[in-house]
């Protein structure tokens, strides 16, 4: 399950930088 967690972190830093720029 952690590797899960780690998908929905990298979505939540990509939307992220998304916004930012």
Not at 1 to 21: D, F, I
């Amino acid at each position: 399950m952690p590797p899960q967690s780690q998908v929905v972190r990298g979505k939540k830093t990509k939307s992220r930088r998304k916004k930012l720029v």
